[in-house]
T-cell receptor
Framework: AQRVTQPEKLLSVFKGAPVELKCNYSYSGSPELFWYVQYSRQRLQLLLRHISRESIKGFTADLNKGETSFHLKKPFAQEEDSAMYYCALRGGSGNTGKLIFGQGTTLQVKP | DTGVSQDPRHKITKRGQNVTFRCDPISEHNRLYWYRQTLGQGPEFLTYFQNEAQLEKSRLLSDRFSAERPKGSFSTLEIQRTEQGDSAMYLC?????????????FGPGTRLLVL
C-alpha cells in the first residue's frame, strides 16, 4: 500500500535552532516525493521536490530509499518558517499524478 | 492569472441537502484534481480529470459524490444527500505536466459544514 507517515504532529523549536521534519513512505516502485507548506491563512503550496535536489528558503530534503525516508531539514529556523508542512508521494498507476499526503507537521518557531 | 479559484469559500448546509462546489483551474492546465481534507489530516485524493475525461476516482468517492469537467476548463463537485461526515475542506488543484515534472497548484478550498 502507498502511504506517507509524518510521526510528529507538532515540532516546536527556538529561532536559530536546526529543524528536521520527518517523513517516511511506503511505495513499491520509484517514488516521487514532495514537501508542501501551508502558511497561516494561505493555500497549500509546493516547497520542494526530491527530483530537483534544490534548496528552497534554506530547506533541503534528501530521498533515502534504503530507509524509505524524505526528511525536511533546515540548519537555522526562522520565525517565518512557522507553518504546516506536508510530505507527499506521487503514486498511482498509469499517468495519474495524484498525490498521497501525510498527516502534516506543524512547525512552530519561537522567538 | 490569479491561480486556482474555488467557489464558494464556505458552505453551511443541513443534512440531506445537496451542495455543489466549483473550481476554476489555472488557464491551460489540463489536469484537475479534487482532494478532501478533514481536521488534523492531510489532503486525500478524491478524483482527477485530464481535460474533460475523469480518469480516476477514489474509493472515498461514494455514489453520492459526482464530479464533472464538461469543457475541460472549470470543474464542479456535487454532493447529494449530505451527511455530517461530509464536513471537510474540499481542495482543488490543477497542473500542466511537462518535461517530466508536474506541479499541482492548489486553490484556497471550500469549507463545508453539514449540520
Amino acid at each position: 500500500a502507498q502511504r506517507v507517515t509524518q510521526p510528529e504532529k507538532l515540532l516546536s523549536v527556538f529561532k536559530g535552532a536546526p529543524v528536521e521534519l520527518k517523513c517516511n513512505y511506503s511505495y513499491s516502485g520509484s517514488p516521487e516525493l514532495f514537501w508542501y507548506v501551508q502558511y497561516s491563512r494561505q493555500r497549500l503550496q509546493l516547497l520542494l521536490r526530491h527530483i530537483s535536489r534544490e534548496s528552497i528558503k534554506g530547506f533541503t530534503a534528501d530521498l533515502n530509499k534504503g530507509e524509505t525516508s524524505f526528511h525536511l531539514k533546515k540548519p537555522f529556523a526562522q520565525e517565518e518558517d512557522s507553518a504546516m508542512y506536508y510530505c507527499a508521494l506521487r503514486g498511482g498507476s498509469g499517468n495519474t499524478g495524484k498525490l498521497i499526503f501525510g498527516q502534516g507537521t506543524t512547525l512552530q518557531v519561537k522567538p | 492569472d490569479t491561480g486556482v479559484s474555488q467557489d464558494p469559500r464556505h458552505k453551511i448546509t443541513k443534512r440531506g441537502q445537496n451542495v455543489t462546489f466549483r473550481c476554476d483551474p489555472i488557464s491551460e492546465h489540463n489536469r484537475l484534481y479534487w482532494y478532501r481534507q478533514t481536521l488534523g489530516q492531510g489532503p486525500e485524493f478524491l478524483t482527477y480529470f485530464q481535460n474533460e475525461a475523469q480518469l480516476e476516482k477514489s474509493r472515498l468517492l461514494s455514489d453520492r459524490f459526482s464530479a464533472e469537467r464538461p469543457k475541460g476548463s472549470f470543474s464542479t463537485l456535487e454532493i447529494q444527500r449530505t451527511e455530517q461526515g461530509d464536513s471537510a475542506m474540499y481542495l482543488c488543484a490543477s497542473s500542466k505536466p511537462g518535461q517530466g515534472q508536474e506541479t499541482q497548484y492548489f486553490g484556497p478550498g471550500t469549507r463545508l459544514l453539514v449540520l
